[in-house]
């Protein structure tokens, strides 16, 4: 999710196109199950470009490169990642954790999408 509004959308062509702006990605370790206490957010610049239906980039954490697809950085899942990766992240609050998992987002953001952009526009930037 993007979370400021200093990049734009544009067309080259008939693709659609984002410049780079703060993107807010979350992840867990991919060795663990998913829980409050393997969910955390990372924030990078990410550029998204039409490919097919779907809108894909790439971000950059620690030397590695991960694939971002629409909402916090795997249409509206948690990316998984290497340990290395995942304590490069914030951990995120069981009350926003539990907003999340209750917010009904398939594909993309749940009903959380306010108060999770909120908190990481506080906590992150």
Request: aromatic share 10%; charged share 20%; proline share 4%.
């Amino acid at each position: 999710m993007y979370l400021t509004n200093e990049g734009h959308t544009y067309y080259r062509g008939i693709e659609q196109h984002h410049s780079r702006a703060s993107f807010l990605i979350l992840v867990q370790n991919k060795d663990l199950p998913l829980g409050p206490d393997n969910f955390r957010a990372i924030v990078r610049k990410v550029a998204l470009h039409q490919l097919g239906h779907w809108m894909m980039g790439f971000a950059r954490v620690k030397n590695n490169s991960i694939t971002i697809s629409g909402a916090y950085g795997s249409d509206g899942l948690p990316i998984s990642v290497t340990k290395e990766v995942f304590e490069m992240g914030t951990p995120i609050p069981k009350e926003l954790y539990d907003l999340w998992n209750d917010g009904g987002g398939w594909n993309s953001c749940g009903s959380e999408a306010t108060t999770m952009r909120k908190w990481a526009l506080e906590n992150l930037m």
